[in-house]
């Protein structure tokens, strides 16, 4: 029987953390990745072809598949750390811990960095994706304004159980065109 339950790593936590730092890297490229699919959407939707708009979706598709294997590898890999620490943290409290000893202290470094980059990498996509939201919404918005401003003022508004365009029985349509 071991005596311990979390016997320490052979080599040290040293392998861990380069493990944990590539998978780091891994999660950077992801996210550039998916930055760059929002960029083609963008581009897309300023261009009008929608045959990038799918190329970009399914880019963005494929970006978001890696970030979700990658997120699951790295919270595996930081509770194996967390473990040959003897501490229970994030990724901030594992760098701190072996920024503070002598022997890790690069190791603690580097891996601060590899954690600030994942994470401004983070920020700048969300900040992409919040532009992409815009524009999908407002051109939907647009799309709707022209689909009304074509259909003459007799045309029907609201629609029945089978989708076709029904009279409403009052003045007023049953279909809310505010949201």
Request: hydrophobic share 45%; proline share 7%.
């Amino acid at each position: 029987m071991n005596p311990h339950p979390n016997p320490p790593a052979p080599g040290g936590p040293a392998p861990l953390v380069h493990a944990l730092i590539e998978t780091l890297r891994q999660e950077r490229a992801a996210t550039d990745a998916l930055h760059d699919a929002f960029t083609v959407q963008l581009d897309a939707l300023r261009e009008g072809t929608p045959a990038r708009q799918h190329d970009g979706a399914d880019a963005a598709a494929e970006a978001l598949d890696m970030l979700g294997r990658l997120r699951t590898v790295r919270d595996r890999q930081t509770r194996l750390l967390g473990r040959v620490l003897r501490i229970d943290g994030d990724l901030d409290a594992l760098a701190a811990v072996l920024a503070a000893g002598d022997a890790t202290a690069s190791l603690g470094a580097r891996l601060r960095t590899a954690a600030d980059a994942v994470r401004t990498g983070a920020a700048r996509t969300r900040r992409h994706a919040d532009a992409l939201d815009f524009a999908l919404r407002h051109a939907m918005s647009l799309g709707r304004g022209l689909i009304q401003a074509m259909r003459p003022p007799e045309a029907p508004r609201t629609y029945d159980a089978t989708g076709r365009a029904a009279r409403p029985a009052s003045a007023r349509p049953l279909v809310n065109h505010v949201g």
